[in-house]
């Protein structure tokens, strides 16, 4: 099975912050890659996928970064609403599998 | 509006059976591969399995964990999704959701979970 290894598990940031979370796969999966959001209590959100495509409707202070094993996510001006947890998640190959997931919180 | 929404969920002795529907609405639901995820309390996310669309003859994957146990299911004219669970141990106690994917097979669409407990 594929790993996926988040970090931070766990961030403490501003409001206006740029955050940037790193997600390392235990082999290549080329940029077979997505980010979600979810928020306590709530279903998991689609940010990004193929590790750089913001989804639609997402705002632009998300990006995305990496190819291969390693890759970002990085909120450019964190926001109120961004204070959640992320999780990576490949689709390289079965099982799917996702990160531990990054709790961002305010500090 | 593109909705998915789980039931079935319940308290259920270890050993026992639950089956978990998915009713959904606003596409076509014979277009798209569909995913089971659950999230155990406190815990990530962890993939259960998926039903490829129509065009991919409805072919299922499933995590190793649930594997022989459980059975994914479709009904396109129904509208709905089936997640069978069969031999249910204490460690399927789950927050489960169904999850539509895109065509690049990302899960762009979620429902808003329904809850498993298995527990004697």
């Known amino acids: 099975d594929i790993q996926l290894t988040q970090s931070p598990s766990f961030l403490s940031a501003s409001l206006g912050d740029r955050v940037t979370i790193t997600c390392r796969a235990s082999q290549g999966i080329s940029s077979y890659l997505a980010w979600y959001q979810q928020k306590p209590g709530k279903a998991p959100k689609l940010l990004m996928y193929a590790a750089s495509t913001l989804q639609s409707g997402v705002p632009s202070r998300f990006s995305g970064s990496g190819s291969g094993t390693e890759f970002t996510l990085t909120i450019s001006s964190l926001q109120p609403e961004d204070f959640a947890t992320y999780y990576c998640?490949?689709?390289?190959?079965?099982?799917?599998?996702f990160g531990g997931g990054t709790k961002v919180e305010i500090k | 509006e593109v909705q998915l929404v789980e039931s079935g969920g319940g308290l259920v002795q270890p050993g026992g059976s639950l089956r978990l529907s998915c009713a959904v609405s606003?596409?076509?639901?014979?277009?798209?591969?569909m995913d089971w995820v659950r999230q155990a309390p406190g815990k990530g996310l962890e993939w259960v399995g998926r039903t490829r669309n129509k065009a991919n003859s409805y072919t299922t994957e499933y995590a190793a964990s649930v594997k022989g146990r459980f059975a994914i299911s479709r009904d396109d004219s129904k509208n709905s999704l089936y997640l069978q669970m069969n031999s249910l141990k204490t460690e399927d106690t789950a927050v489960y959701y169904c999850?539509?994917?895109?065509?690049?097979?990302?899960?762009?669409?979620w429902g808003k979970g329904t809850t498993v407990t298995v527990s004697s």
């Open positions: 606003g596409f076509t639901l014979s277009d798209h591969s």
């Open positions: 999850a539509r994917d895109t065509q690049y097979y990302y899960m762009d669409v």
């Open positions: 998640q490949q689709r390289q190959d079965y099982p799917l599998t």
